[in-house]
């Protein structure tokens, strides 16, 4: 396995709270990486870490060896491009130019015709097309996940990170959303870093997936190994059912394990 | 264990562009899209043209009569001595008094727009101005200082001019370092901003309290805001400031454009957040401060020309400035033709008339039932 991006010794503080404790973590080229754990857990504080959108007091991260600290943020968003959870928009904009946004790190001061052929292009791909002048507030939840997916795409990145891509979309647009990762990651030789809430999401979906708690990796590796019965007791305090289909693990969940009183877990 | 894919296109130069339409023709919504944009540049056309037509009309109105004939007389006269005699006097008020006054409420409204429009992307806030940020509030602050206290900082015909422009920059300078101690994000300079707009205003009030009557006219009447005090040193002086910041602020139009979608999606596509909008309130700022030093509080035009923008041409800033700024110019130009010829020979204040033919206007373009706030 050719590592793509390593972690190594990474600690996030916010208010001296730590949030990220000494995390250390390798992703092969080409993998779908989930990170997954409770709410609090630092998924997608690693994910903004990982982008140097937030600014990690400790550690490095690098991309085919480079440390990313040394790149210019230009460079960088040429190595790797983010989907951020939800978009705040205050002002309107449509489909395209928000595409057209993602060529920012290539470009001199002015679009050229070749980067609105590749907005074309990705636009295309994921069957936008018809919305390109549409604008992006009113298109549906899933339909606005896959513009920002789109943008993404049109950085021309290796790596791509998306934070809980799937959250408040339906079942259908969930697996919308998760084949077209899946299909680009296949396809485009793309390494994407997805931070999920929906375990049975991240188990059909990723190579590997990745479990914190409380700013550490608690387990990585396959979907079976890390999916156990123990692992969801001691990281999400629940009894769940695993079951497995097509070699794939499904979880049922069951009950929450009381909390003890005084001294123990964190609400 | 799935195998790391070969032979696949490597990303970074992966996309068939162009090759991909079945029939080898542009679809028909590629070319819709080519027709908006073509639009945009037709519209920025068209304001352009409108600007020179305005300003061929707006230069033979005026309270002295004089024939359209004579003031293009004057013009040409100017250009080619002697090719027509004109009275001095006549000469003089289209030279000195008309001309000034037109090119500085088209650098001025242009100037104000210009600023509004980034400032609001920047602060990622439809409701940011140069106004709303208490920076006109500070300059007015200089100029009670100098009408009754007599502090100035330069003396002669300057010492409003002076004071004004000293404490807006001052004024700007406080709401940027502020909201720099805190990392520089939006939501602390637009609180930053009404927090001094509210102390500048108190003492404003307090000035007013105690200044006597001709101190308080010097005061009010500076805070209507007025173009009739421009002559062609400080046209120089503003347009040599335009000519400076302009460029540089549409040099960002780019960076603008992924400021609105929010501070951490700009930094994942390499545009480092907190130094553009720095670098943006610090040249939008200089700009302003230079602008209403001269012309004083003419409000409205940096809040509602960048809107206007935006429901024609949208929010892409490689466009919107320009328009913003050509929007600004002409309500500026328009406000100005009417404060000097409604009431003839008695000239309102330019800040007056802006508001009140600039409110109905806006109400109306957003009362007009867009939806959709495009046009494409």
């Known amino acids: ?267 | 264990m799935k195998s790391v894919r070969r032979g696949g296109t490597a990303p970074g130069k992966a996309w068939d562009t162009g090759k991909k339409t079945r029939t080898g023709k542009i679809s028909k919504i590629e070319e819709a899209h080519a027709q908006s944009v073509w639009k945009k540049v037709l519209f920025l056309l068209a304001l352009a043209t409108l600007l020179i037509l305005a300003v061929g009309v707006i230069i033979t109105i005026g309270p002295m009569p004089i024939t359209v004939p004579e003031v293009y007389g004057i013009l040409i006269n100017r250009l080619i001595p002697g090719c027509f005699s004109i009275g001095k006097s006549m000469e003089n008020v289209v030279l000195q008094i008309r001309l000034p006054r037109i090119l500085g409420a088209i650098i001025v409204g242009f100037g104000l727009a210009i600023c509004g429009c980034v400032m609001q992307a920047v602060l990622k806030n439809p409701l940011a101005s140069p106004f709303t940020l208490g920076i006109s509030a500070g300059a007015q602050f200089g100029v009670s200082l100098a009408a009754v206290l007599g502090v100035t900082i330069l003396g002669g015909p300057y010492f409003l001019i002076g004071n004004a422009f000293l404490f807006a920059l001052i004024c700007s300078g406080v709401i940027i370092g502020l909201s720099g101690i805190k990392g520089a994000t939006s939501e602390t300079m637009i609180l930053a901003g009404i927090a001094i707009n509210y102390l500048f205003q108190a003492t404003n009030q307090f000035f007013s309290y105690i200044a006597n009557d001709d101190q308080l006219r010097l005061m009010s009447v500076w805070g209507m805001g007025s173009i009739s005090g421009l002559n062609w040193h400080s046209i120089l002086l503003l347009g040599i400031v335009a000519v400076i910041c302009i460029p540089l602020l549409y040099s960002k139009a780019w960076d603008l454009n992924l400021m609105t979608v929010g501070d951490e999606s700009a930094k994942s596509m390499g545009v480092d957040a907190g130094h553009v909008r720095v670098f943006i309130m610090v040249v939008s700022s200089l700009l302003v401060s230079v602008l209403v030093a001269f012309v004083g509080v003419i409000g409205f035009i940096g809040l509602v020309a960048p809107h206007i923008g935006r429901m024609i041409l949208g929010s892409d800033h490689r466009y919107l400035i320009p328009a913003a700024g050509g929007l600004g110019a002409a309500l500026l130009l328009f406000a100005d033709a009417i404060s000097v010829n409604l009431l003839a020979p008695t000239t309102i204040p330019t800040g007056i008339v802006m508001s009140m033919i600039g409110v109905p206007f806006f109400l109306y373009l957003i009362l007009r039932g867009k939806r959709r706030e495009y046009w494409s």
């Open chain 1, 1 to 267: 396995m050719i590592i793509k991006l390593s972690v190594n010794d990474l600690s996030f503080r916010y208010h001296s709270t730590d949030v990220l404790r000494n995390l250390c973590l390798e992703v092969g080229d080409g993998r779908i990486v989930s990170v997954v754990g409770p709410n609090g857990s630092g998924k997608s504080t690693l994910i903004k870490c990982i982008d140097r959108i937030l600014l990690p007091q400790e550690g490095t991260v690098s991309v085919d060896r480079c440390d990313l600290a040394k790149m210019p943020r230009v460079t960088l968003a040429k190595t790797i491009a983010y989907v951020p959870q939800n978009s705040l928009r205050v002002f309107p904009n449509t489909v395209f130019d928000v595409v057209l946004m993602g060529r920012r790190p290539h470009l001199g001061w002015r679009g050229g015709s070749q980067d609105d052929e590749i907005v074309w292009a990705v636009l295309r791909l994921l069957g936008l097309e018809e919305l390109a002048l549409s604008p992006f507030t009113e298109l549906s939840g899933g339909q606005q996940q896959k513009v920002l997916i789109a943008r993404a795409l049109a950085q021309e990145t290796g790596i791509i990170l998306l934070d809980e891509p799937t959250s408040n979309l339906d079942i259908w647009h969930q697996i919308d959303v998760m084949d077209v990762i899946r299909t680009l990651v296949r396809q485009r030789d793309l390494t994407a870093i997805v931070a999920i809430h929906d375990l049975n999401m991240a188990a059909r979906y990723s190579d590997t997936i990745v479990m914190m708690k409380r700013g550490t990796i608690v387990a990585a590796g396959p979907p079976g190994e890390v999916l156990t019965g123990e692992n969801l007791a001691s990281v999400y305090g629940i009894r769940a059912n695993v079951r497995t289909s097509e070699d794939i693990p499904f979880i049922i969940p069951l009950s929450r394990i009381p909390v003890r009183s005084g001294k123990g877990r964190r609400i």
